[in-house]
């Protein structure tokens, strides 16, 4: 078995020298030579040296073989020829990787769908397939001995992770649940006790203060709730249970880069039960490419240092697009023959259209006519509950989290840390959650109409209300998305009509 092993890995690292060398260096002095003889019969030596270079390889790994052929599968060993070490394993397919680009920490979108995980495969095999790849992507020994030291899977992890709600939360429920005069009083006083760090963090990176303690108050309230999984255990536990495995293999792989620079110890690398970590609750991929180092200390450390976590959650909205001096939105009020089908995330109009049907401020004032600004209306709790004109900077919210009830909960603390009043709107007379059941059934009988073209999850979202919206259309009454009681029971007498 060790043989054959070794014979795979030399033919790996063969071909990827072919790639690196011939591939790369010598096609570059063919494509120089085709009207310069001299750099001909140096492209030519070249080609010669790069073969003497393989048959070297060869005889040094067959040499290291007889050798040291009694190493254990799974043991890390040093490569002969780099001397960096690895690991053999009986999943020599893992070796591969370095032959089809190396793997290496991705955001999400860039995450590629690798093969599935096979439900038998014990943890710990798993786990040794997973450190050859980290050393293939320049993680060292001594990070993979210490982040791995005593890594178990986590069942509890696994049971919230298939967990499932049984119920939705209205838009006012989740206002309510995350707004409180406490945590409005703490915020100002969060923007006072740090006004000169923020209006520098603003300066560089052009989000207000407001908005980063807004954030900072819904992730972690202000650094009290990180959760305190380690973040090792809990990624290895993901990624091995085999669910959303790429995603957390990915996140995982992150994670060692992080503990390889210095940023953070594994002990006090701790996270809630999904990987989400420190004070701004970043995946371990959102703190590699967005992390900034608030003090100059040289560090990133969003667990213990408040520079550090507003600075990264600045950097964060900063580069995936925020806009400088721009609002998130606003609560308005709407005409009386106002309709809702054009309250849809994607219709978009300019501030001057808007005020051109209507639409006015909460407190009845006029919109600033403002043939340059963009915004959607949205109704969170439909015709009845409040409205609301979002903008930009709100979308780039949503990035952070889908959720629009988070994103509307973060623009209106924002407000409320500045001193504006509570909302206008009150959420529609006898407003309840959806069940899951309820929900499932939605979406399983707006699929059957040929209204909803996605899965059926459960989740209630912009898919899914779209799809209630053209069904309110096709009937001829007010489309505004919202899965109200009557609608549902009205959509399933349509299916199974009352005898």
């Known amino acids: 078995m060790l043989e054959n092993f070794w014979r795979k890995y030399l033919q790996i690292k063969q071909k990827i020298f072919m790639k690196q060398t011939l591939g790369n260096s010598s096609l570059h002095f063919l494509s120089l030579t085709k009207n310069n003889n001299g750099l001909f019969w140096i492209s030519f030596l070249f080609g010669i040296f790069s073969c003497l270079m ?25 490569n002969p020829i780099s001397g960096k070490p690895f690991i053999l394993n009986t999943l020599v397919e893992n070796l591969s990787a370095q032959e089809n680009n190396q793997l290496e920490c991705q955001l999400p979108k860039n995450v590629s769908i690798v093969h599935a995980i096979n439900d038998k495969t014990p943890f710990k095999q798993w786990l040794n397939s997973f450190k050859a790849e980290a050393l293939a992507n320049d993680i060292s020994k001594e990070t993979i001995l210490v982040a791995f030291k005593n890594v178990y899977p986590i069942q509890k ?5 298939r967990r499932q709600k049984e119920y939705s939360v209205t838009f006012s429920k989740y206002l309510r649940n995350s707004i409180s005069a406490r945590r409005i009083e703490r915020g100002k006083s ?18 207000q203060p407001q908005i980063l303690v807004a954030l900072w108050a819904m992730e972690s309230n202000f650094g009290k709730n990180m959760g305190n999984f380690s973040t090792i255990n809990t990624l290895a536990t993901l990624a091995h249970e085999g669910r959303r495995h790429s995603f957390f293999r990915n996140e995982l792989l992150c994670a060692l ?23 701004p609750q970043f995946m371990p991929s959102t703190f590699f490419y967005y992390g900034a180092d608030g003090d100059a200390d040289s560090k990133k450390d969003i667990w213990h240092n408040k520079a550090d ?17 721009q609002s998130w939105g606003l609560e308005v009020k709407l005409p009386k023959m106002f309709d809702p089908y054009q309250a849809r995330f994607s219709e978009e109009k300019f501030l001057k259209e808007w005020h051109g049907l209507g639409v006015k401020k909460s407190n009845g004032q006029q919109l600033s006519v403002n043939n340059r600004i963009k915004g959607s ?16 900077n709100f979308r780039i919210i949503r990035e952070w989290n889908k959720s629009m009830n988070y994103a509307l909960t973060v623009g209106h603390l924002s407000d409320r840390l500045m001193g504006q009043r509570k909302l206008v709107g009150k959420a529609p007379k ?13 979406q399983r009988n707006l699929k059957i109409l040929g209204f909803y073209k ?19 259309k096709s009937k001829g009454i007010p489309a505004d998305g919202y899965p109200s009681s009557e609608l549902i029971l009205q959509i399933q007498n349509s299916i199974f009509p009352l005898k």
């Open 54 to 78: 393989l048959f070297w390889l060869y005889q040094t790994g067959e040499s290291y073989h007889e050798n040291h052929g009694a190493e254990e599968i799974g043991e890390i060993v040093t």
């Open 157 to 161: 992890v696994i049971d919230l992770d």
């Open 190 to 207: 969060i923007l006072k006790k740090y006004r000169t760090l923020l209006k520098n963090i603003e300066g560089e990176y052009g989000v």
């Open 257 to 279: 880069h992080i503990l390889e620079e210095g940023h953070i110890h594994v002990g006090e690398m701790k996270s809630s039960w999904a990987g989400a970590m420190g004070q």
């Open 309 to 325: 976590v507003l600075a990264s959650a600045a950097n964060y909205l900063n580069q995936i697009g925020w806009k400088s001096g």
């Open 377 to 392: 209306i949205i109704l969170p709790s439909g015709i009845k509950g409040p409205a609301f004109l979002v903008f930009h």
């Open 430 to 442: 006898g407003e309840k959650p959806l069940t899951r059941k309820q929900a499932l059934s939605l």
């Open 454 to 472: 996605n899965k059926v999850d459960g989740m209630v979202g912009l898919k899914s209300r779209n799809a209630i919206r053209e069904y309110q």
